[in-house]
């Protein structure tokens, strides 16, 4: 009998039925007198492992556990990393447990196994991992799956530096470590300036996101011009990114960094130059900053984008708001429960008339999606642009001026921010009048340090209509108009 088990694991291994081999597999062995069951389990182990598991045939994957245990599930991208998914089956009188799942030919996860209801393990069949941002997960790609060579590091490729400097934001108070990525040649060319790319969550972004190893492959292969890239470490990413100083971020961002980004480095300091790119939590930030601020970040990268804090308002905003003149491309996992969101924006965008492109995988919210689509974003929102050597390249925004922003909300109920950026510390006066020119209140009068500022109006007290609002400070005025809606 035991021959016959053998013999039969050595058909299997070259035969394939219409139901496939883990099948055979599964009606053979309960075919079986119990005491030959570890010996057929042990011979399909051999096959499996020789081929990889998760056992991959067509479309379908079976994740295979073997050992002592009560119960086996298994928590990943594809189901929300549930606490208490569906449970393996467990082949009698064996310590083999099973789960087939069938997924698309290209897809890729992350997950882990649960051990007996809370042990939470790596796959001790999958040698494959992929680091998150709270460790290592296992990694299951299917066949069609392509693996990114531009996250690796590549004998002979050219590449550039890391170097760090740290800034203070007058606009939220904080302190801010910014990692900088100097391309190849850089300290050779002193009359070249470069294109931009900022990130949000920086040290993730090189130490998850493989940055560094992604920017030097794509430009020395061509792929993309040599940019210089800011990679900007926050503080407390849910508050400024989502909660209460997702505004005064923003100026800081736009304003306060990339003013001194400007000075300190040779940049481009053109919109069309310019790349903001963020993953979840990341990206509501940078569709934000982008839309607030579309005379300083033209270009707009999307990483699955969280955009539900706060009522969905980023996602509301590029919705119902006027069309800004950027240029985006969005990327998202179908396993992520963000990706109706996505579409939906990603369409209205589209009808809107934004220049954008976008990618669904067949994948969930995971480092694994971005750090192997950085290329897709950067090459797209790159392409066409250039290194410059003219020093006299002109701004769209000249950071060393006075400026005011639209304020935020607009249309507003009963409340809103008038935003500036003074280049100078001095006295800055805020008026707010109606459609004839009544003055309606003086918001402030009073000394600023230089840079970016935002003062709260209240409208409790006034009806529906537009207004104006000015803002000056030593000889210069500027103004914009507000809608208040009740």
Not at 219 to 236: G, H, K, M, Q
Request: some cysteine; glycine content about 6%.
């Amino acid at each position: 009998m035991k021959f016959r088990v053998a013999l039969w694991f050595v058909l299997l291994a070259s035969l394939v039925s219409a139901q496939g081999r883990f099948a055979d597999f599964l009606v053979h062995i309960d075919s079986l007198n119990y005491i030959y069951k570890s010996a057929a389990v042990d011979s399909f182990m051999a096959i499996a492992r020789a081929e990889g598991i998760p056992f991959v045939e067509n479309d379908t994957a079976t994740f295979i556990y073997l050992g002592a245990a009560n119960k086996v599930q298994l928590s990943g991208d594809e189901n929300s990393w549930a606490s208490n998914p569906e449970q393996f089956s467990r082949i009698s009188a064996t310590n083999l447990f099973y789960q087939r799942r069938k997924y698309e030919m290209n897809a890729r996860l992350d997950y882990k196994l649960i051990i007996n209801g809370s042990n939470w393990i790596l796959d001790p069949e999958n040698p494959n991992t992929c680091e998150g941002g709270y460790g290592a997960n296992s990694e299951f790609a299917m066949p069609d799956y392509e693996h990114p060579w531009e996250i690796e590091d590549r004998p002979g490729t050219n590449t550039g530096t890391i170097e760090q400097f740290n800034i203070f934001s007058q606009a939220v108070d904080r302190n801010y470590r910014v990692y900088v990525y100097k391309p190849h040649g850089y300290n050779d060319n002193p009359q070249t300036r470069y294109p931009s790319v900022y990130y949000q969550d920086g040290s993730d972004y090189i130490n998850l996101g493989a940055a560094k190893q992604v920017l030097d492959n794509l430009i020395d292969s061509e792929n993309i011009p040599p940019v210089l890239a800011f990679f900007v470490v926050p503080n407390n990413r849910t508050n400024e990114y989502t909660e209460a100083t997702r505004f005064n971020y923003s100026g800081f961002f736009a304003l306060e960094l990339v003013n001194y980004v400007d000075s300190a480095y040779r940049t481009i300091p053109d919109r069309k130059s310019r790349v903001v790119l963020g993953d979840s939590f990341g990206g509501n930030i940078s569709a934000l900053i982008s839309w607030l601020y579309p005379d300083v970040f033209g270009l707009l990268g999307l990483h699955s984008a969280a955009f539900w804090p706060n009522d969905y308002e980023v996602s509301n905003i590029l919705l119902n708001y006027d069309k800004k003149d950027i240029k985006c491309y969005s990327v998202w996992g179908s396993y992520e429960s963000l990706s109706s969101n996505l579409r939906t924006v990603t369409d209205t965008m589209i009808s809107k008339g934004y220049e954008i492109n976008w990618a669904e995988l067949p994948e969930g919210h995971s480092w694994g999606l971005w750090k192997a689509t950085t290329d897709d974003i950067l090459e797209y929102l790159l392409d066409g642009v250039t290194t410059s050597v003219d020093e006299s390249t002109d701004n769209d925004l000249q950071l060393n001026e006075f400026k005011v922003f639209t304020n935020y909300p607009n249309p507003f109920n009963p409340s809103t921010y008038i935003n500036f950026f003074i280049p100078h510390s001095g006295n800055v006066k805020i008026n707010v009048y109606n459609v004839i020119g009544e003055k309606i209140s003086t918001l402030t009068n009073k000394y600023f340090e230089n840079g970016y500022h935002k003062v709260k109006f209240s409208a409790d007290n006034l009806i529906s209509g537009v207004y104006i609002y000015t803002v000056e400070t030593g000889n210069l005025l500027l103004s914009e108009k507000m809608v208040l809606i009740k």
